[in-house]
């Protein structure tokens, strides 16, 4: 199966088989947590603004996410994914944004099929991504400030699952240890990320689900997948 790596949330607008974001530090792994303590959708949005607009809605939605890493005012959760692992979700719907992860979502205009990847649900978004039967662009997020090793090492292990190579686990692991962002979760001084999220978030397959978007009424709506094996 065809694959294509590309950097940057931009670059989300050319694909149009099967797209995957990935953002390990934090959204993507936040979802996946959120997903698990029993979250039944997560609509991803680009703004703070859309986001309290749809808790104006449904005041039973939860909001969740950051601007530049920090949790924003009026939200009822930061993008920490032991702070939503540690939440009692069940049924509940969420809004999330982020300054990465969500952008890269909602450019995906073109795409047929959008997934998305963290290292804890990597093999189940592969073999999803498989059975879609799509050519595959897999876009590593990074931030603002450029490409995240984190992302780039998320990528490539998506990239050798889906074409059926054995990745390099423990490569892939030590580039997320050693990029900027894992620095950021280790240093004392940083208060909007910490260790245990770069934990969480180097738990390699830790949920057997994928993470599946789709367009309904202009929104953009992630659902629990259940990959069935290969």
């Known amino acids: 199966m065809k694959c294509t790596r590309v950097s940057g949330v931009e670059a989300a607008g050319g694909a149009t088989g ?13 979802a996946a947590c959120a ?3 029993g979250a039944v959708g997560i609509e991803l949005v680009s703004t703070p603004e859309e986001a309290l607009a749809r808790r104006a809605e449904d005041p039973a939605r939860l909001l969740v996410g950051e601007h ?17 692992h540690a939440a009692e979700l069940r049924g509940r719907e969420l809004v999330m944004r982020s300054t990465a992860g969500t ?17 804890v649900v990597a093999s189940a978004t592969a073999a999803l991504a498989r059975r879609l039967g799509e ?37 892939c692991l030590s580039r997320v240890l050693s990029s900027r962002a894992a620095a950021k979760a280790l240093d ?43």
Do not use: Y
């Not at 050519?135 to 074409?163: F, K, Q, W």
């Open 68 to 84: 530049m890493g920090r949790k924003l005012e009026g939200f009822d959760f930061g993008n920490s994914p032991v702070e939503l």
């Open 103 to 119: 952008q890269g979502v909602v450019r995906g205009i073109h795409a047929r099929h959008i997934l998305l990847g963290s290292l």
């Open 188 to 230: 004392p001084q940083v208060a909007w990320i910490t260790p245990a999220d770069l934990g969480a978030a180097l738990a390699l397959d830790r949920f057997d689900f994928a993470m599946q978007v789709e367009r309904v009424g202009g929104r953009w709506l992630a659902e629990k997948a259940v990959s069935p094996k290969e």
């Open 18 to 30: 099967t797209l995957i974001v990935i953002d390990v530090l934090r959204a993507f792994t936040t």
């Open 35 to 37: 997903f698990d303590r």
């Open 135 to 171: 050519p595959v662009t897999i876009l590593a997020s990074g931030s603002p400030s450029g490409p995240g090793e984190e992302d780039e090492a998320c990528a490539e292990l998506l990239e050798a699952l889906i074409e059926g190579r054995e990745p390099d686990r423990a490569r």
